[in-house]
């Protein structure tokens, strides 16, 4: 009786690998050849010489897909496929990109790596020779081995493996051993005659170039072939937005070749993703650009735009919106906040300022992120600073448009993991910048032109105006939150780079020595008449966060327009009649 192989109890595999150590040659006729299912047997087949009676010789047969099988067998003619060599050439080309394809699925590996070089080097010495059979498909699988036992000369195995890890030794298959001799011949007859058939091709060379130009090829690549190769696959979604995309007439000239681009392969990834970020530096025109992309989807599709931007931007918005003729709305957060639940669909939602919805458990992020859900809307956001300290700020605004549990093809933890271990590592340069001393010496600065509230006397020799008191009610309600932003706006300039932190300092002692000559000389303190914009992040580059204690007032209730919360008519102050004593304290800057 013969041996059952299913691969549960009793492993192909193992009985191939103990019979193959016996013969000097074999013949195996397979459906599907697994480049690296050949890893198993090519330690065995190493000792071979090649050549002649001293060799593999693997017949691979044409399977059909399961959708090609159902056509053939709805055909309304029964006439046999005639092959000729046009149709061999194709085919065989066609089995060449299938054994391409091969190897860029899944994560190459060390062990891959020797095996698929075994394997090129024992076809290039004869060991392996590889036919492919084309006169008809052939779903056979069949493993014979041959060895100088005038008793037992032919060892087979028949059954359903193909030539896989899968098929040799996981899923469940259903093979038996023939060791009748009668039996064996015969098969092996019926094998011969497919190997010398007219329509069966050699295509030992073409697997051989295929693994030797792969990532498992013995040659080195040059870096720059590996840069090309990268720069290629980066920049496909961008030439498919320079060829997708056409920017409106109503822009004219008003963009540069950059933001051209940019533009172009913004509208790409908003039609192919649903959304899409605009990051750059102040100045660059991220605001046109975001209106161009929004005007090209309501060219091409028809959208209407719903625009979200700090109050102190509604009017450049309106006046975007009213110079390119884009059909939008323009709200404030705070607004928007408030008619969000009850708005009509916009199908385009671009956010200004994005950095501010870092936080997911936020009342403006949840507001904005149901919209959009709900209404499922494709989404620009803008910002500066997209990426403020960690990973989840960025996360956090994909989160707008991008749901939970959608599979994005990529598994990151195991970079996120090494990032989590860096910034813990003592050693790590990045990590350094958050170590202790640096924290506690910039959290101890006392930042006191920040919080002249703090310094107001108690009791003044003459009692404030009206105008002096509002004054001073407003230093006192904004120096806490101030003082905050500056210290961490100085944690920003650091992370950026020694040279920034080092200029932002610079600028603090300057503007220090100003407080105190003014101090030592009795003069005015000046404060100044500030406004919102020598605040503001994108103008002035010393309290970048600025807007969003603007923002934090705005949702306090103050209304829209107001702006006496931080940046209102500050005027200098007495020092006498608003100032203690211990002057020298300006100095803890």
């Avoid at 040059?222 to 030439?239: D, G, N, S, T």
């Avoid at 209404?375 to 600073?385: D, G, K």
Wanted: with cysteine.
């Amino acid at each position: 009786m013969p041996r059952i192989f299913d691969n549960i109890e009793h492993q192909l595999l193992t009985a191939l690998q103990q019979t193959v150590e016996l013969v000097t040659r074999a013949d195996f006729c397979i459906g599907y050849f697994n480049l690296r299912g050949w890893r198993e047997l090519a330690p065995l087949v190493e000792p071979w010489p090649g050549g002649p009676g001293h060799t593999c010789r693997l017949l691979v047969g044409m399977q059909r897909l399961p959708e090609d099988e159902l056509r053939t067998s709805l055909r309304l003619t029964d006439d046999a496929e005639m092959m000729d060599n046009q149709t061999a050439l194709r085919l065989k080309k066609k089995l060449a990109e299938e054994f391409r394809r091969q190897l860029v699925i899944g994560v190459p590996t060390n062990q891959d790596e020797v095996a698929l070089r075994r394997l090129a080097a024992q076809i290039r010495a004869r060991k392996l020779t590889v036919k492919l059979f084309l006169r008809h498909p052939l779903h056979a699988k069949l493993y014979l081995l041959y060895r100088p036992d005038p008793i037992n000369p032919i060892i087979g195995y028949l059954g359903s493996s193909n030539l896989t890890l899968a098929g040799l030794s996981k899923q469940g298959e259903l093979n038996v051993d023939v060791l009748e001799t009668d039996a064996a011949q015969k098969l092996s007859r019926w094998f011969e005659d497919r190997w010398t058939d007219r329509w069966c091709l050699d295509i030992s060379d073409e697997l051989a170039e295929i693994v030797e130009e792969s990532w498992a090829a013995e040659r080195l690549i040059p870096p720059y072939h590996i840069y090309v190769k990268m720069a290629y696959h980066l920049a496909q979604e961008a030439r498919a937005g320079l060829s997708e995309f056409r920017i409106p007439a109503d822009f004219g000239h008003r963009l540069f070749d950059f933001q051209t681009a940019a533009v172009k392969i913004a509208a790409h990834h908003l039609n192919k993703r649903g959304g899409v970020l605009i990051g750059d530096v102040v100045g660059l025109g991220k605001t046109l650009m975001a209106t161009a992309v929004a005007r090209i989807f309501e060219d091409d599709y028809s959208l209407e735009t719903l625009i979200i931007c700090p109050k102190n931007l509604v009017k450049m918005w309106e006046g975007y919106r009213d110079q390119y003729r884009l059909w939008a709305r323009v709200l404030s957060i705070s607004r928007a906040l408030q008619e969000l639940p009850d708005l009509r669909r916009y199908r385009l939602v671009v956010l200004d300022e994005s950095h501010n919805l870092r936080n997911r458990e936020g009342k403006r992020f949840r507001a904005i992120q149901e919209y959009i859900q709900k209404n499922e809307s494709r989404c620009i956001l803008l910002t500066v600073t997209p990426y403020n300290k960690t990973y989840l700020d960025l996360g956090s605004q994909l989160r707008l448009w991008v749901p939970e549990d959608k599979n994005l093809g990529i598994r990151p933890e195991r970079l996120l993991g090494e990032i989590a271990i860096a910034e813990d590592d003592p050693e790590d340069q990045y990590a350094r910048l958050y170590a202790p001393p640096v924290v506690d010496t910039i959290n101890g600065l006392r930042l006191p032109r920040y919080g002249l509230g703090n310094y107001a006397a108690s009791r003044p020799g003459q009692p404030p105006t009206a105008i002096e008191k509002k004054l001073l009610d407003d230093l006192s309600r904004a120096g806490k939150r101030l003082m905050g932003f500056c210290r961490t706006n100085l944690f920003k300039r650091l992370e950026s780079s020694g040279q920034v932190f080092i200029q932002s300092v610079e600028r603090h002692i300057l503007r220090n020595y100003i407080f105190l000559y003014a101090i030592e000389q009795g003069l005015p303190l000046p404060i100044g008449a500030q406004d919102a914009a020598l605040l503001d992040s994108r103008v002035h580059d010393e309290d970048e966060d600025i807007g969003d204690v603007m923002d934090a007032f705005d949702y306090e209730g103050e209304e829209e327009g107001s702006s006496s919360d931080v940046a209102g008519d500050w005027k200098s102050l007495q020092p006498a009649r608003s100032l203690p004593a211990q002057a020298d304290s300006a100095s803890g800057d």
